[in-house]
């Protein structure tokens, strides 16, 4: 077991250089014990070759069933993948589209979610279509009365990030679920802004689809994720994307003699049909220990103290006239806080000088954005706002 973590401290951090970190919605630095899961296997190739993949067949099923248990799923529901992107374009691909269905994608996501739908379209002949955010970001209610009017004029699928990368605005998804099924589409979820720090309830609230890279919210390394798909939102793929490992019996033909190597073996029911070949292992043993830490924590208590920690960060910044994006709505807040800068200078400005003052943070589409996670303590923010003040004196 590792070290048991502790909200507000970074002791298992011992080599991270900021001294305020708060990017982990770009990439999170990982954990001692996540880097020495990572390590561990390896040296376990290292050691013994051929004979560690079986040990990582075993971790794959115990990573799998972590992440079904923070996704509140069934674990047979549950692929592992190696990023977010990989499982947008498989999904994408493999859905059963008649020609001129309609796809509704929405303006300013992250491209991961936009992109292979487009491409998917340009194979498949249906028609996608980009929605405008800003009704959603008015208020919830408002969005989704504005995706009931789309919804009403035909559509087979919706594809929305759980947590807009921009400006923090959290999609209220079982809503979106429940409006989509009233009119016979489909959710898909990009929830890598939001797994490992919002408490989840994928089959309850009946989302259809979700895919999530575990570089950022879940602390682990890039090269792994999940993606998850409900039953029956499984059965609308066909597996085009399959490959050795997507069979029954995958792997008799290199234990059991001559005569199995088959290329007609059933393909697997369900979403595990993703997992056609080997695995980054290092990725996902790191997973499995970034995944215990979270476990540990609880997502209910991670949020609770990011938002707590978001709130006196929205507060300073205000009170040095930055403009925030957060929403106003209780229901639409994840852990990005996004804002605009006083004055003329460029964010990429502000990021720099901030940087030299030991404040870590990004600059997605022209907004400087912060993203603190667990090990960030709340005691840390007046430091940061000192950090600031010193920024717009250079900035001035
Ligand atoms: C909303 C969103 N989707 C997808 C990605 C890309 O994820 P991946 O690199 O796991 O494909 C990012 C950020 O990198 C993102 O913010």
């Known amino acids: ?8 401290d970074r002791a298992l951090f011992p080599d991270l250089a900021p001294r305020f970190y708060l990017n982990h919605g770009g990439i999170s630095p990982p954990s001692r014990p996540v880097l020495e899961a990572a390590q561990a296997v390896s040296d376990d190739f290292a050691r013994h070759g051929a004979v560690a993949f079986v040990r990582c067949l075993t971790q794959a099923e115990r990573v799998r069933a972590l992440a079904a248990r923070l996704l509140q799923v069934p674990a047979e529901h549950v692929a592992l993948a190696p990023n977010t992107t990989r499982s947008v374009s498989d999904i994408a691909l493999c859905f059963r589209w008649n020609p001129g269905d309609r796809v509704l994608l929405f303006e300013g996501e992250f491209p991961s979610n936009v992109l292979p739908w487009l491409q998917a379209a340009r194979l498949h002949r249906i028609e996608p279509r980009l929605l405008s955010l800003a009704p959603f970001h008015r208020s919830h209610d408002e969005g989704l009365a504005s995706l009931e009017r789309e919804l009403k004029a035909g559509a087979r699928l919706v ?94 033909f290199l234990f059991e003699g001559e005569g199995h190597l088959r290329y007609d073996r059933p393909i697997v029911p369900g979403i595990r049909f993703l997992e056609g070949g080997n695995w980054s292992t290092s990725s996902v043993a790191a997973l499995e220990v970034a995944l215990s830490l979270i476990d540990a924590l609880t997502t209910d208590s991670i949020f609770t103290h990011v938002s707590a920690y978001l709130d006196l960060l929205e507060g300073g ?80």
Not at 317 to 346: D, K, M, Q
């Open 1 to 8: 077991m590792p070290p048991s973590p502790a909200l507000g």
């Open 159 to 252: 594809a929305v990030s759980a947590v807009q990368f921009q400006t923090g605005l959290r999609m209220p998804l079982q809503a979106m679920a429940q409006l989509c099924h009233r009119h016979g589409a489909r959710l898909f979820v990009d929830a890598v802004q939001a797994v490992g720090l919002l408490p989840l309830a994928l089959a309850s609230w009946g989302v259809d689809y979700l895919a999530a890279g575990s570089h950022k919210w879940m602390m682990g390394l890039p090269g792994a994720g999940v993606v998850y798909a409900s039953p029956e939102a499984a059965a609308d793929l066909d597996p085009w994307t399959a490959g050795w490992l997507s069979t029954s019996d995958a792997t008799r």
């Open 317 to 396: 910044l205000g009170e040095r006239g930055f403009r925030s994006e957060r929403s106003r709505e209780e229901e639409g807040r994840s852990g990005i806080l996004s804002v605009r800068p006083p004055g003329g200078r460029a964010v990429a400005e502000w990021a720099a000088a901030l940087g030299e003052r030991g404040v870590a943070c990004a600059t997605p589409d022209g907004r400087l954005r912060f993203t603190p996670h667990w090990p960030n303590a709340l005691g840390e923010v007046p430091s940061v706002l000192d950090a600031v003040d010193e920024a717009r004196g250079l900035l001035a």
